[in-house]
Structure formats: C-alpha cells, structure tokens
C-alpha cells in the first residue's frame, strides 16, 4: 500500500516569497506580488502540486493587524495570482505569537513557524504526501518548517533571503538556495522524486 492517492504540495512563504515583504502587511494597497509570482504558480501547479501558503501572521496577536484583514489580503491575493495565470490551493496563517498582546492569541502555539503545525493541518486537511512535498521561504525558519514537518526545502534570496543566506545557523542544511520562486520552480519541476522507480 502505498501514498499514491495523496498528492504532492508546495508549501509557499507569503511576505518575501510570493509578495514583497513591507513589514507588518495591514493595507491592501502595500500587497505587491512579485512579477514571476503568477508564472511560478501555474507552472507548479500543471506539474501536478497542490500550492498551500504557510505564513506567520503574529501582528494579529500583537494587535498591529486588525481581525479580518488577513482574510481580506489573502482573498485579494487569490484574485490576483489567478488574474496573472496561477493558483492557490489553501491559505494557512498562525495568528499566534507566544507574548501577544491580545490574550486570546498569546499562546505557545503548535502552528507558529518554525513549528510544523499548519503543514500538518493542511496535510490531513487537503491529503499531501509531505514525502514528496517542498517548503519555499526567505528565511530560514522556513527552511526549518520543511525539515520539521518532512519536505525539501528552498531558500529564496527576495525579502530577508539575501541576508538570511549570510546568517545561516550552524549546522543548518537546505536542500537549495536560489534567487526567487521562479528559479526555486525550475529547482522543483528539475529535482528527482524520492519516489521515482528508476531511484529505487
Ligand atoms: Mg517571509
Ligand atoms: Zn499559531
């Protein structure tokens, strides 16, 4: 018996990754995707990916982001990614952050990055095989995200990226650094499956 009926996923940083990073995003006007973003998606997407975005949203919690916003941004976003070609599958956001300043929110959350929490959430929720599975992101939280819920992972050099590179903890691996996430996509769409025959 094997995973064949779950499927594969991309699962996609947000700020940094598919939208430039201004900081807390709380208007719409500051969400900007990057040129390639549309282009990224689609190809990843025919390749047979299902395409989850995994983002820490902790401005909720310090109550820097009104309630709802999000919500709001990740909707425009859609509209946009499939307006330039592409596609999202599912959004996820951990609105957690363990000293917030909403009571309700400051926890010590399972799903706060690097914690594997909406990776698994999605996983059961959408049926992904994390085996086959790759995280994208700027930083290297999430890189360690991937590797903690079981993916490959990829550190792009757009938002804190570039300086992420310059900073890389001890001792901490990745499967790939590159420029953006339509370079990030041919590493993808290039690599090898774990799973092919011709490997086993
Ligand atoms: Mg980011
Ligand atoms: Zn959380």
Not at 70 to 96: I, K, T
Not at 117 to 135: C, K, N, P, Q, Y
């Amino acid at each position: 018996m094997t995973n064949s009926a779950l499927r594969p996923a991309i699962f996609l940083d947000r700020d940094g990754t598919l939208n430039v990073d201004v900081g807390y995003l709380h208007a719409i006007e500051q969400l900007k995707l990057y040129p390639w973003t549309g282009d990224a998606l689609r190809l990843l997407k025919r390749a047979g990916y299902l395409l989850v975005v995994v983002s820490n949203q902790a401005g909720i919690a310090q109550g820097m982001i009104a309630p709802g916003f999000v919500e709001e941004a990740h909707a425009e976003m859609l509209r946009r990614v499939r307006d330039s070609g592409g596609d999202l599958d599912a959004l996820y956001y951990c609105p957690h952050h363990p000293r917030g300043a909403v009571k309700e929110l400051a926890t010590d959350c399972r799903c706060r990055k690097p914690r594997p929490g909406m990776i698994e959430d999605a996983a059961r929720d959408l049926g992904i095989d994390v085996s086959r599975s790759w995280t994208v992101g700027d930083k290297w939280l999430d890189v360690q995200l991937g590797q903690a819920a079981g993916t490959r992972s990829i550190l792009v050099r757009t938002g804190w990226g570039a300086d992420q590179e310059k900073q890389r903890p001890e001792r901490q691996t990745v499967d790939a650094i590159c420029d953006n996430l339509i370079h990030a996509t041919s590493i993808i769409l290039g690599a090898p499956s774990p799973k092919s025959p011709l490997l086993s």
